[in-house]
Structures are given as structure tokens and as C-alpha cells.
């Protein structure tokens, strides 16, 4: 569990993504990894322990300086965790995530580009099942981690709404160039952008209202903190 191979919830044991990879490396591999894995975790943890020492033995000042430093060293964790998992999702998970987090939000997908060329449309999606009230969404979602979408791209998936009422989505797990966003705000047409840090904003806002199977494509374990 502290090597990230395994996971417990309600009672059910399940193999990570992380652990399926580590058991395919063999049995001393898979030893090696683990241990290493979960010496990191233990050198954290006594990183932490040396902390909350410290916290009984200052004044209230150094006392909150230290919790905020503590608090910061989680959430930059967290962060790199979760951009981590996303970047290990090939480019048809991550087109999946997308549409289940759209459908969480209440709307309606109509399709999902299978494998191979999509003409610049990945998803569309309703406000209604039937698709009979407007706006049609037309989504284009590019997973690059690395890379910022550049305003051409933006232009293209313009090109795409056909109709006056059409809304167009881009997603990217990476981020937007100046240009792009200059290019989304002028637009004629309403295009809606949404990258990395916006994406997993909202996956946490409707995470409660995700069914596990759809907790699946981007698993989060919250915790709270006790607030000023």
C-alpha cells in the first residue's frame, strides 16, 4: 500500500495501474520497487513526525509558519501526484476521463471518437438525452502535459461549430498559449477553455457525485485540515 501497488476500499482489495506495471517487472524487480517505494514514503513520514515535534516546542507564530509549510508540502504533493497520474493516461483515457466528468456535470454525451481520425471533434454532448435543446457542445481535447495549445488550434476547432447555437470545448492537460486564449475570447463563437489545473478543479468539485466507476479514471483520497 505505502509503494502505491495496493489499494483498499470498502473492504475490496485492488491492484493499481502502478502495481499491474511493478508485477510485470518480475519478482526481484517488483521486491526492489517496492521497497524502495515505500522507503520514500517512510523517510516523508519521519520528515513529518520531526515536524509536528517541532510545533509542540515553538511559539504560536513558529507554530503556524510551520503548518502552513506543512500544509504546502502536502497540496505541491498532491499536485505533482495527480499531474503524474494524468500524464501516465494515453490519449484515449484521458478523452474518456473528459467525458465522464462532462456527464457528471449533468450533460448528455451523444458521442466518443473511436481510435483513428476524429475531424477535429472528439465529443459532443447535450443538455438534454434526447439532444433537442440547444446548445450542442462540440469538445476537442488534446492530452499534451508538456506542451501549450497554440491559437491555430483553437481557430480549427472554431471551424467545427457548424451551427449559430454550437458551443466548442477545449480541453488539454497541458496548458493554453497567450495567443489561444486571446484567440478563444475573441472568437465569434463561444468557446470554452480548459486546461490542466481548470480540469482537476472540477474533477474534485463533482467528485462526490462521480459513481466508482467513474472514480476509477482519476482516484482521489481527500483530507481535511483544520482551518484558521
Not at 141 to 156: G, I, L, P
Not at 166 to 174: E, M, N
Request: hydrophobic residues 35%; charged residues 30%; contains cysteine.
Amino acid at each position: 500500500m505505502k509503494a502505491g501497488f495496493l489499494r483498499k476500499q470498502k473492504g475490496i482489495w485492488t491492484v493499481t495501474a502502478e502495481g499491474e506495471k511493478a508485477m510485470a517487472l518480475g519478482p526481484e524487480k517488483f521486491l526492489y520497487t517496492a521497497t524502495k517505494l515505500y522507503r520514500e514514503w517512510d523517510g516523508k513520514r519521519k520528515a513529518v513526525d520531526t515536524i509536528e515535534n517541532d510545533l509542540g516546542n515553538g511559539s504560536e507564530e513558529d507554530t503556524i509558519q510551520l503548518q502552513k509549510s506543512l500544509l504546502s508540502q502536502y497540496e505541491e504533493e498532491a499536485y505533482n501526484g495527480i499531474r503524474d497520474y494524468i500524464c501516465s493516461k494515453n490519449p484515449y483515457e484521458f478523452q474518456d476521463l473528459v467525458a465522464e466528468l462532462l456527464k457528471v456535470m449533468g450533460y448528455y454525451i451523444s458521442e466518443v471518437a473511436k481510435r483513428g481520425p476524429d475531424g477535429g471533434i472528439d465529443i459532443i454532448a447535450y443538455t438534454d438525452p434526447l439532444g433537442t435543446r440547444h446548445p450542442r457542445i462540440i469538445v476537442q481535447v488534446k492530452h499534451r502535459t508538456n506542451d501549450a495549445v497554440s491559437s491555430d488550434e483553437v481557430q480549427k476547432l472554431a471551424g467545427t461549430l457548424k451551427r449559430n447555437t454550437d458551443v466548442g470545448i477545449f480541453v488539454t492537460s497541458g496548458t493554453f498559449s497567450k495567443p489561444a486564449i486571446k484567440e478563444a475570447r475573441d472568437s465569434r463563437e463561444h468557446i470554452e477553455l480548459i486546461d490542466f489545473e481548470r480540469l482537476v478543479s472540477l474533477w474534485q468539485s463533482y467528485y462526490d457525485k462521480l459513481e466508482d466507476p467513474q472514480k476509477t479514471y482519476l482516484p482521489l483520497h481527500p483530507i481535511y485540515f483544520v482551518g484558521e
